[in-house]
């Protein structure tokens, strides 16, 4: 994201406005004092409450011509800052004001924070769009665009929001996949699977990743991780084809290595099912989106010899997944 301030004009304008939300503070704590305590009985409820709006009324009125300005610099610094101070001037006022007073700046105050919330929010998802299209256009690596989604990571999760996050945590996992950071990916499966529900996409991505590592390291843990990806991916797009690819690729990695001739029979038994799910049914898509994976892996360094063995070992399947591909293909057009 650019702006036309630089970091320490930026910095300056903070400075600005947290010296009003503190002038604010101290304005109201000196609005009370004021009042000799012999005649404090004498003065009506209404008349402390008109003074104390007022004034507050003036300084929020103030605070909010910075908002323009915050959108700006909220890209640089956090919201912490001032929910604070504002939360220091909603103390004050609920130990000295009015019922009336306290309801009114509450509500203001409340106001003041909503809407640097939403400053915010706006701003770290113009980033994040920015990004996304940076990545669509090419116009940025995969690498410099992994150091900034990283950089977006902590901000996002700041938010709150959960269908933000699940899209950015979409591409975020793409991108740490494509700079085949693998090891990666997993930790950050681990971390946040539990507090956010992934996208089919993100699964898929993570069983792929799984998947390479399997064949890398022989280790089943990495086994364990893709199929259950797989099945993640699966319970939300059923008919997601990708998934399938992966677990095809897997069954022939097991072939591969596998030497006792029953547990070979096992592992073409198994992969066999997987086909005849992917090929059954009228519709076409998930044919396509496996059909096309496998074929695009085809000439890959290292998984690209199992799925040789798939068109090698299922001649008749592959060809019967080729024409529902073919086939899709035509009603695209």
């Known amino acids: 994201m650019h702006d036309k301030n630089t970091p320490e004009e930026s910095y300056q304008e903070i400075e600005k406005l947290q010296e009003e939300l503190s002038r604010l503070k101290e304005d109201i704590d000196h609005s009370y004092y004021r009042v000799p305590k012999e005649e404090f009985e004498h003065i009506t409820v209404n008349k402390i409450a008109s003074e104390v709006i007022d004034q507050v009324n003036k300084k929020i009125n103030y ?96 938010l709150n929001d959960k269908r933000l996050t699940n899209d950015f945590f979409d591409e975020h996992f793409r991108l740490t996949f494509n700079t085949y950071a693998y090891e990666k990916m997993d930790e950050l499966r681990i971390k946040y699977e539990n507090d956010f529900d992934f996208k089919e996409s993100t699964w898929a991505n993570i069983a792929i990743a799984d998947m390479f590592l399997y064949e890398e390291s022989h280790s089943p843990i990495y086994k364990e991780r893709a199929t259950s990806a797989s099945h993640q991916a699966l319970q939300r797009a ?77 001649p008749d399947s592959m060809e019967k997944m080729r024409l529902k591909y073919e086939e899709y293909l035509a009603l695209k057009k």
């Open 238 to 314: 059923p008919t997601y084809g990708i998934p399938h690819s992966v677990m095809l690729i897997i069954h022939m990695i097991d072939l591969e290595r596998e030497k006792a001739q029953e547990k070979r029979i096992r592992e073409k038994e198994e992969a066999q099912k997987l086909i005849n799910i992917v090929i059954s049914g009228s519709r076409s898509v998930t044919a396509y989106e496996a059909y096309n994976y496998l074929y695009k892996l085809k000439k890959d360094k290292s998984v690209g010899k199992h799925i040789n063995m798939l068109f090698d070992n299922f």
């Open 63 to 158: 605070i909010r011509n910075w908002m323009a300005i915050l959108v700006l610099i909220l890209s640089f610094f956090g919201i912490s800052q001032w929910i604070s101070l504002t939360k220091e001037i909603q103390k004050d006022v609920n130990e000295k004001a009015s019922v009336i007073a306290k309801q009114e700046i509450e509500r203001q105050l409340k106001t003041i924070i909503d809407d640097i919330k939403f400053a915010q929010k706006n701003a770290i998802e113009t980033e994040f769009n920015t990004l996304r299209s940076d990545i669509k256009n090419k116009s940025i690596s995969y690498a410099k665009a992994l150091e900034k989604s990283n950089i977006l990571l902590p901000k996002i999760l700041g």
